[in-house]
Structures are given as structure tokens and as C-alpha cells.
């Protein structure tokens, strides 16, 4: 599947003179960050997360899984869900596919109950369109509205949406105050530090923002010019921290229980965001979880498990999308799941050439057979 599946195509127009005509970022010199690492003696034991409050919603425990585009469907999100999650985020739906409710749109807008309170994550550059397509949701039942200011591909940052908006922030304000007066239900905001580092705008939009409504704010720790290059930088989003008064959550390179720690010391956020990290481990945010309220550490959970998730994840996502683009959808989780097994670069390469739905599940059960074997006995 592609990154972002529908592009948003909208007559807002501006030129930032630091991209070219491709819309990619010049060369620029950025500093080479060495994040500091919290010696154990000093990160144990963490102050543990306390509950936060957006709007009606409480999140018991803020450890909340990141909206990612063609990775947190509705079969994701309730495979996590189904181990604990603070909150799950919906895949980022433009605005105006959502108002036309494209077939992508619809299936990126579908959740199950277990999920709920549910977040629908939104984009767009029109502030009339992010308003009604923000109350086309809550009509829906979404329980917050969120709104992307932070991602970096080109599709998105070329239709003025995305982390494009942290170029203009008399739009973005724009967008905010008319998303926040459309609906009734809390409006949340994901952003960057800024689109580069010579503009790190992070917590004069967080400052805006809170003051037209927003209730909790998300910081990646890079800027839009890095995309996902080097490293998150956590240190930087306590200056957000510090900008406002609303719940800020630390999200960036945030694939174990350390990093967790020393995310959260670095940035002195109210909670982590966990994305990338969660890809073939669906339980990594329980983990996180536990340990943030126990000090305790959950093992991983045995093959024989992983096999279990994995098959229901398979069904629900040929129900969702159907046999065809359902296989096909499948095959980046299967190699998530499966990397580092035994066997598994010469099965992801022949389950990968699989175009039958049934003959890739079969392939599945008889990669993970030896496991399931060994767990019987």
C-alpha cells in the first residue's frame, strides 16, 4: 500500500523557500543530535504516569498508539487495543475525502467497539472542510477529533496539509478554530518541532492552539526536513511542555520500555505516543503500560500467541478490504511479525509472491507449525 493513499489536492498555495520544485527540502545543515541516555541509578524508579483528562475522556494510563497511515487500520488498532492501550488514533483521513466519504476514507473510519473512545485523526489545509468533516465524525461517534500537523510526506506537505501547516501558522490557527467550533467533542493536535531547525515553531503553535481549544497536543520529536532520518530528539518537546498547560505527549523512536523511560525524563510529557515501535508487536504498548504502573516487565508474549494474533489480524483485514487487496495489505504485518524467525527471509519472500488469500494462510500455519507443535506438547 502506499504511505498515504488519497491525495489532497486544494488551492491553498504558498512557496517555502526551503523546498525545491519537487517539494523536498534542500540540504540544510542540521545539527547531529546525540540524545542523551538516562543512567539506570538515576531513571529507577520513574514517577509514574498519572491519568489524563481530554475533555469527557479520560486515559487512565497515556500510552497511546500513533496514527500511521496504511499500518493502523481497524484490524491493528483492535489487535492493540485487545492487549491495552491508553487510546488508539484512527489512520490519517483527508478532509475532503472524508466529506465525499470515499470507499479508503470509510474503511479508514471504521473501528470497533473495543476501541472506544474513539480518535479520528484528520488533514486538510481548508478550514470550512476540516470543520465539516470533523462534525461528519463526531456525527459518526468519534469521542475526539485530531488534527495532523506533522506529517512529512510529500503528497500531503504539496496539498498544504500536514507538517506544511507549521509554515503558515496563521492558517494552521485558522484550521484549529474552526475544527474546535464544529464539534462538541475535544480536538487534539499532533505537530513536529518545526519544519526545520532554523524553524522550531513547536511551541508558539502549541501556544495557539491551546488558546483556541485544544486539549492535548502530540510532538514528533524531528522536524518535517528530517522526515524519519536521525534521531527523535525528546529533550526539545519539554520546551512544548513548558509553552503550555493542556496533557503533551512524546512521540519519536519510542520502541522499548527504556526508551519510554527516557522519553518521558527527557521531555517531561504526560505520556508517550508509540508508533514505528509497535510494528509486529502489538503488545508493546501493554508492556509499556504495565511497567509505567507496576514497575514491572511483561516478557513477550510466546509464538504460539503471536501466531493466534496474527491469524485473526489476517482474517479481519481480508473482511475488511477483501481477499485480493486484503493479502496484499497483509504482507508488510506478516514480515513485521515474522522478522528475526527462523526460516523467515525465505518465507516472507515466497508468502510475499502469494496472490490467493487462502494459500498465503495456509503458508502462515505451516511457517508457525514447529511453534505451535512445541506449545501443544
Given at each position: ?143 475526539i477529533i485530531d488534527i495532523n500537523m506533522g506529517c512529512p510526506v510529500k503528497k500531503v506537505v504539496n496539498g498544504e496539509a500536514g507538517s506544511a501547516l507549521m509554515r503558515d501558522l496563521k492558517l494552521a ?205
Amino acid at each position: 500500500m502506499n504511505t498515504v493513499q488519497t491525495v489532497i489536492r486544494n488551492p491553498c498555495s504558498w512557496i517555502p523557500d526551503q523546498v525545491r520544485d519537487d517539494g523536498e527540502c534542500k540540504p540544510l545543515a542540521q545539527p547531529k543530535l546525540a540524545r542523551q541516555r538516562i543512567p539506570p541509578y538515576l531513571a529507577a524508579p520513574m514517577p509514574r504516569l498519572k491519568p489524563i483528562q481530554i475533555g469527557p475522556v479520560r486515559i487512565a494510563t497515556p500510552v497511546i498508539l500513533a496514527p500511521m497511515t496504511g499500518v493502523t487500520d481497524m484490524p491493528f488498532r483492535r489487535v492493540v487495543k485487545g492487549y491495552g492501550a491508553g487510546l488508539t488514533v484512527t489512520e490519517m483521513i483527508a478532509s475532503q475525502a472524508a466529506i465525499r466519504e470515499t470507499r479508503q476514507s470509510l474503511q479508514k473510519a471504521v473501528w470497533d467497539p473495543v476501541e472506544e473512545p474513539v480518535s479520528m485523526q484528520l488533514a486538510g489545509c481548508s478550514p470550512a472542510e476540516m470543520a465539516e468533516a470533523a462534525k461528519l465524525n463526531e456525527d459518526r461517534g468519534a469521542a475526539i477529533i485530531d488534527i495532523n500537523m506533522g506529517c512529512p510526506v510529500k503528497k500531503v506537505v504539496n496539498g498544504e496539509a500536514g507538517s506544511a501547516l507549521m509554515r503558515d501558522l496563521k492558517l494552521a490557527a485558522a484550521i484549529v478554530d474552526a475544527t474546535v467550533k464544529a464539534v462538541k467533542v475535544p480536538v487534539t493536535l499532533k505537530m513536529r518541532m518545526g519544519w526545520d531547525h532554523m524553524s522550531l515553531n513547536a511551541p508558539e503553535l502549541a501556544r495557539i492552539a491551546e488558546g483556541l481549544g485544544v486539549r492535548m497536543i502530540t510532538v514528533h520529536g524531528r522536524t518535517r526536513c528530517q522526515l524519519y532520518k536521525g534521531e527523535a530528539d525528546w529533550a526539545f518537546i519539554r520546551k512544548v511542555k513548558e509553552a503550555v498547560r493542556v496533557p503533551v505527549i512524546a512521540n519519536g523512536d519510542i520502541n522499548s520500555i527504556e526508551d519510554v523511560d527516557t522519553a518521558l525524563a527527557l521531555s517531561g510529557a504526560d505520556g508517550v505516543m508509540i508508533g514505528r515501535g509497535a510494528y509486529g508487536r502489538p503488545w508493546l504498548l501493554k508492556q509499556a503500560m504495565h511497567w509505567l504502573d507496576t514497575g514491572e516487565r511483561l516478557p513477550d508474549p510466546g509464538l504460539d500467541e503471536q501466531y493466534r494474533v496474527l491469524a485473526a489480524q489476517y482474517e479481519a483485514m481480508l473482511e475488511l478490504y477483501g481477499p485480493q487487496i486484503g493479502v496484499n495489505c497483509a504482507r508488510k504485518h506478516v514480515g513485521w511479525y515474522t522478522k528475526g524467525l527462523h526460516g523467515s527471509a525465505e518465507f516472507r519472500n515466497a508468502f510475499n509472491q502469494e496472490p490467493d488469500a487462502r494459500r498465503a494462510k495456509a503458508m502462515l500455519r505451516d511457517f508457525y507449525s514447529p511453534w505451535l507443535v512445541k506449545a501443544a506438547a
